[in-house]
């Protein structure tokens, strides 16, 4: 019978009572706990001291005192309750497969009764550094020997070990996710999704942030997808451009917010013509009327209502640069979202000019909805670099706000038809050959409130969110595998 080796994360829960089901099971060899240094474990718990849990020397010490034929983690914050058979199953799935990790689905158990939570599937492109694979997970001592010699043993890093091993067992092994929930989580606090979205650019993160950077890259020159620093120009335009910028407001549903928003742009002081192009997706409450009143007292408001009524956010960015009406280049902005100042559009149109860029993207303030600051309060992705910056997005979730285009590329190169991840779509295809330019200062407002399309989002709802980007960075991966392959093929 195969056996498995356990080993837990001490965490905010009470380790006797975090043990005890593993240490019940019949498949498992060993128990022990990552636990502070002088920390005392009762029950024949085996102590590894550390101070660093998610450090490269202790999970390569317990990667040393492994005896089992697979390795169990689990994360010590909440109680956990095997479901059936849990661990047998974990195992048996991994022996019939050959997947260097198994991970399942599970149920909570809080304050409002039991309910499901399933996870995300992993992909080839899920490298995103906060991948939920749930708090327990079993890895294979197989696969784990064989990604030690071929990819090497887990970096010395200090707080993404965890993340360095399972990007290297995926290369050449499955880390397979089974739909079934095999335990239940008892919940004794909960983290706030406000803090789980901004945390990667929240500044007291900045060490790990850089040091999982370099893991990543890491990551992408081992699978042959890194990019060097070196860029294309960026092609000149062939058409002919009625304004020099035009401001793109895809819209549905935004009585209480448009209004604002229209304004914002019309405010703006520059030395250009520009117009702002609000792409109505057929609104069912008082938005058009009030962008038609809109329109009707300025000339620079082109209110679009498509013929389509097929069209996410992407398909609307689409109309208004397929438009007549489009400008040279193309700034967003959000539908609930105000630039910061009236010299917003201005700062953002000369970056794109001074590179000239494919693609720029500004800073931002988290404000609530009557523009008080919200904290982690700026928001300017430092985490961007130039020679850098185009793997390093590739591990986080977003390029940052405001985004603005060249506007005869993205004719050339339309955004999904899609109302989440379209503009991370279309900034990881141009940065794969384009500079992309940073303004470090805030230009713009984003509005965090209850009408926000990514506001307390259902489980399921941001697995399927979650899945697509995986799936456009595993596309973007693939291409990038390819691009460096002919380039390699012509040199």
Known sequence: MAKTTVVVRAGKGD?????????????????????PPGAKTTGGIEAIATDQPDSGPALQSVIEKLTGD?????????????GQYALERMMDVAEQTGAGMVYADYAVSGKSGVSDHPNADYQFGSIRDD?????????????LQSAAGRHGSPADVRWSAHYDLRLKLSIDHALLRLPEPLYTVIENESRSQHDEHFAYVDPRNVDVQLEREQVATGHLKR?????????????????RFEVEASVVIPVRNREKTIADAVKSVLSQ?????????????????????????LAAGDPRVVHIVPTRTDL??????????????????????????????????????????????????????LVDFDLNELPPGLIDHRE????????????????????????????????????????????????????????????????????????????VKANQYNTYKDRIRTIEILARQELNRRRKAAS
């Open 131 to 143: 991948f939920a694979f749930g708090p327990v997970r079993m890895m294979s001592r197989k696969a």
């Open 312 to 365: 996410g956010i992407g398909g609307c960015w689409n109309e208004a640069v397929a438009s007549p009406r489009c400008g040279r280049y193309v700034v967003q902005l959000d539908s609930d979202d105000l630039y910061g100042g009236d010299d917003a559009l201005a700062i953002m149109v000369s970056e794109l000019k001074r590179g000239p860029y494919a693609m720029v993207v500004g800073s931002y303030r």
């Open 70 to 82: 697979y390795l169990l983690f689990v994360d010590g914050d909440n109680e956990i309750r095997l």
């Open 269 to 293: 002081k520059v030395p250009f013509a520009f117009n702002v192009i609000i792409v109505d997706n057929h609104s069912t409450d008082q938005t058009t009327e009030i962008l038609r009143d």
């Open 223 to 239: 699978i042959g997808a890194y990019l060097e620093p070196q860029f294309e120009p960026v092609p000149q335009p062939s058409e």
């Open 15 to 35: 380790l006797s009572r975090l043990v005890a089901p593993f240490a019940n099971a019949a498949c498992v060899d060993r128990v022990m706990a990552l636990v």
């Open 384 to 459: 961007w670099t130039r020679d850098n910056g185009r793997n390093n997005v590739l591990r986080v979730n977003g390029f940052g706000a405001p985004r603005a285009f060249d506007a005869s590329l993205l004719r050339r190169h339309p955004l999904p038809n899609v109302s989440y991840g379209e503009d991370y779509a279309v900034g990881l295809r141009f940065c794969r050959r384009y500079e992309v330019g940073r303004v470090w200062e805030p230009v713009y407002l984003c509005r965090r409130w209850s009408g926000n399309t990514d506001a307390a989002l259902p489980i």
